[in-house]
């Protein structure tokens, strides 16, 4: 190595990985300094949860090299690269952290397993200990709390704060905002700015730009298992590091609004929870509707509510002009109301199953004669579904887990398209989705939008953006904002979204 | 790429070859074991066995588990005994009353666990307890015989019907005279039920879409608890069909039978897994896995192997079976997906 390149905190060289047939990486070569934050982007199937693995133990490289500090660097397992100092907090975040425990043992589990560790738990001791971790992260719970009673954003911070209990080196961050409000997230990236103060160096996987643009020093762009771009010269290129990524330029979606024809489902007077105000809503034929808010501003909850999971606190709904008040989702589903649920892990894939079954898992009645199932049917209606919201596939054979995270997307949200419904609910549809599928997906919702109505909820902004052709903002449970997608003031919106109090 | 292909056909069909092999060594080696007769035999001691492995298979399937089925089988012995020794009902009473049980204690069985949120572990073995019991109280712990003194002083009269030993006595013809049992039909007829029902229909797919996310079912518009309770009910009538056959065959309500039962149900069950390497709860899995250990047992008696390594052989097969399922499909599982 020539003396002029000073030596780096995490040094990749030549990284090659396969699995099977597939060559996931391809000679990556990633340097990581001290005191730096590193966006890693890269569409899925890009290679870099592949990548992560390798650096933090989960897999061996096939060939290539790592150092740490200089030295080399061949984690055999993942308690072996964290002994080495190298931490990652992985995008599950119930991979993270015990949720049965107190915040206070979640914080000093660690120290449970480290030698001379003692047998008996000094309690008063750990709380402490706890307290100190929590406060320099910024947590203010009170440690003895359940971590499964916590929030989602609480527990992320938890998973993160374990993590900085062991005083890493190199911090690997996997989506690490998937799940957190935008406040949530601003704790999370004031964190980062104090972590990189000390010296850490950080590798930052995401798909959200707002989060790059916020932290990252330093951007590489992933694609099919190269590093098709480093970008760091100030200010930096977002959007050539986004063409790196894709292979091609990022084409602005152009939305033309069409205004509401016959209006579909109404909402009166609803109220989500008891003590939140009213708001009337109508959603009309051919329309695309996003609903934008935070974690906690009621987006999910009037999903929900739709879609027959939770009562309504108080109003009423019409479906095409009937009263429509279902209590549950076989309910809603017979009315014609469809909703893919956000969280697809949990709620959506079904992972013992094909493609075709997990797609026509709802309308298995569709595909019988007394109660028979016509594989044919199924396969056939599956590979239609296949090519027009384009998931990449071998075969509608393939089990659902062998697929991308964008493309198990379009499978679950394919699984809604296949019979034509009044109401269409998506709730967060572009999650741990790349730019790409989220695109698609875009693209073939607009273009499917007619003889139906269409409600997408989304936390982004931009995703709104790219699909809707009215926004609604949701703000503590309230309608507080109402656009038509064609030159919106987007500080106004921002303001709405973000806005702490609700005005009267 | 080779050995991957070779782990894939291992796991596939390894089972099913381990089983010709068995057969085939035990056809060169045990005079009269490649027989009709010997063939009849393996079938009957592994129907009841199979008929209550397969109910036990659809809880399975949905997530579940019924510890309770070797319980209603006892249960649905004395049951039928008594009504038909003590209470002097015909046999049709008899068999559907034992019916009616099975899918009542399924009934509660589900409605515990749906509704109750109580784990389906606990739940059936607070049921099991239960059935124990409770099938001791009528006759104060006696077995049921015709001619036992009554607690009153009288003798019970009644009688097993010819009619309902034939369900476990009567062998219809078969290439040989009197070959096939009753109960190997019915085995069979049950096996073939259910296996069309979990493989073929969209009942089945929507009960192995909650066994594998529960959740992601519930929000597709499945009714989840419906389908958990019809799981039990299913568990509780083929245990109560095995105990009502149990009971033709033994001709009087043995208090003692049927200790076995449960545990050799669920092995076989659990066996299933490995067969075709599905990894998951399936009726010819099931049905293969009874024939299984049915087969391997028949084998070494028929090498006069005694009958105390029994319980040994039959342990030995499932861990056998369960590092199939769990450990080369896993490995099978890392090796497809990135």
């Given amino acids: 190595m020539p003396h002029t390149r000073q030596i780096k905190t995490l040094d990749v060289m030549g990284l090659n990985k396969t699995f099977g047939q597939n060559h996931v990486l391809r000679g990556i070569d990633l340097s990581l300094e001290a005191g730096e934050v590193v966006a890693l982007m890269g569409a899925n199937g890009a290679g870099k949860s592949t990548l992560v693995k390798v650096i933090c ?17 061949a984690p055999s397992s993942a308690a072996d690269a964290i002994a080495h ?3 990652t907090v992985h995008q599950s975040i119930d991979d993270g952290v015990i949720p049965d425990l107190d915040v206070a043992t979640n914080l000093t589990l660690d120290h449970l397993t480290s030698p001379g560790a003692g047998v008996f738990i000094k309690r008063r001791a750990m709380r402490d200990k706890a307290r100190a971790v929590a406060q320099s992260m910024g947590l203010t719970m009170d440690v003895r709390t359940i971590v499964a009673d916590l929030s989602v954003a609480d527990r992320q911070m938890i998973a993160i704060a374990r993590a900085m209990a062991r005083t890493p080196k190199v911090l690997i961050l996997d989506e690490p905002t998937s799940s957190l409000s935008a406040t949530e997230a601003e704790r999370l990236f004031t964190l980062i700015d104090k972590l990189r103060d000390q010296g850490v160096a950080i590798l930052y996987i995401s798909h959200r730009m707002s989060d790059i643009r916020r932290i990252a020093d330093r951007i590489v762009s992933m694609r099919d298992g190269k590093i098709a771009g480093i970008f760091d010269t100030k200010p930096l290129d977002y959007e050539g590091a986004v063409m790196a990524m894709l292979g091609h330029r990022m084409t602005e979606v152009d939305i033309d609004p069409q205004p509401g024809k016959t209006p579909i489902l109404r909402l009166k007077n609803l109220q989500l929870r008891a003590d939140s105000p009213a708001f009337d809503l109508t959603a009309h034929d051919g329309e695309v509707v996003a609903v934008i808010g935070l974690l906690g501003s009621g987006k999910s909850r009037l999903a929900d509510v739709i879609y027959g999971l939770h009562p309504v606190a108080a109003g009423d709904m019409t479906l095409d002009g009937d ?11 017979k009315a014609g109301v469809h909703m893919s649920s956000k969280d697809r892990a949990t709620n959506a894939v079904i992972p013992d199953f094909d493609i075709a079954n997990n797609m026509t898992v709802p ?16 396969r056939r209606a599956t590979d239609e579904m296949i090519d027009q919201i384009g998931v990449v596939c071998q075969s509608n054979s393939d089990g659902i887990g062998t697929l991308s995270g964008g493309n198990q997307q379009k499978v679950m949200i394919a699984r809604w398209l296949l019979k034509p419904c009044r109401v269409l609910l998506l709730d967060e549809p572009f999650q741990g989705v790349d730019i790409g599928a989220r695109r698609d997906i875009g693209r073939h919702i607009r273009s499917t939008a ?7 909820f989304c936390a982004e902004i931009d995703e709104a953006l790219e699909i809707a052709d009215r926004i609604i903002v949701l703000n503590e449970g309230a309608l507080v904002g109402e656009h038509i997608n064609s030159e919106i003031d987007l500080t106004e919106l921002v303001t709405q979204v973000s806005a702490a109090k609700v005005p009267a | 790429m080779q050995n991957d292909r070779l782990l894939t056909f291992a796991i596939r069909y390894g089972f099913l070859i381990l ?100 784990p389906d572990l606990l739940a059936t073995l607070g049921m099991m307890f239960l059935l124990i019991g409770l099938q001791r109280i009528p ?166 192997a005694p009958y105390y390594t029994q319980d040994f052989v039959k342990g030995a097969v499932l861990v056998v079976a369960l590092v199939f399922t769990f450990y080369l499909s896993a490995k099978r599982g890392a090796s497809t997906t990135s």
């Avoid at chain 2, 015909?90 to 589900?110: E, Q, R, W």
């Avoid at chain 2, 229909?201 to 996310?213: F, K, P």
Wanted: glycine share 12%; charged share 10%; with cysteine.
């Fill in chain 1, 57 to 73: 133990g989960h897999h061996n490289a096939d060939s290539g090299q790592l150092q740490l500090d200089g030295r080399d660097y």
């Fill in chain 1, 85 to 87: 100092g190298v931490v």
């Fill in chain 1, 323 to 333: 009263s429509y008040a279902p209590n549950s989702a076989g309910h809603a589903v």
């Fill in chain 1, 363 to 378: 309308f298995l009645g569709a595909f019988s004669r007394a109660s028979l199932l016509s594989k044919r049917k199924q």
């Fill in chain 1, 450 to 456: 007619q003889g139906r109505t269409t409600l997408v």
């Fill in chain 2, 19 to 118: 089983l010709a092999g068995l057969v085939l060594y035990f056809s060169a080696v045990a005079s009269g074991f490649a027989t009709p007769r010997s063939a009849a035999f393996i079938l009957q001691s592994v129907a009841i066995t199979g008929i209550l492995a397969l109910g036990v298979t659809c809880t399975l399937v949905v997530d579940g588990f019924d510890l309770s089925i070797g319980a209603v089988a006892t249960s649905a012995l004395m049951l039928s005994a008594y009504a038909m020794v003590i209470l002097e009902l015909p046999a049709s009473i008899a068999v559907l009353l034992c019916l009616g049980m099975g899918a009542f204690v399924g009934l509660i069985n589900g409605l515990l666990i749906v509704k109750f949120r109580v």
């Fill in chain 2, 139 to 304: 006759t104060q712990g006696n077995s049921i015989a015709t001619g036992m003194s009554l607690p009153g002083g009288n003798v019970a009269e009644g009688t097993f019907s010819a009619a309902f030993l034939w369900l476990g006595r009567h062998r219809f013809d078969l290439f040989l005279e009197k070959l096939v049992p009753v109960p190997v039909v019915v085995f069979l007829l049950i096996a073939v039920l259910i296996w069309v029902f979990l493989e073929f229909t969209r009942h089945g797919r929507l009960m192995y879409a909650i066994g594998s996310n529960e959740r992601a079912a519930a929000l597709v518009g499945t009714n989840v608890s419906r389908y958990k309770v019809a799981a039990y009910m299913i568990s509780g009538m083929t245990a109560s069909i095995g105990g009502i056959l149990l009971a033709a065959r033994l001709g009087r309500g043995d208090i003692a039978s049927g200790n076995n039962l449960l545990l050799d149900a669920v092995a076989a069950a659990l066996i299933g897994f490995a067969v075709l390497g599905a990894a998951r709860p399936n009726a010819f899995g099931t049905a293969i896995g009874a024939l299984f250990v049915g087969i391997l047992l028949q084998g070494l008696t028929m090498l006069n």
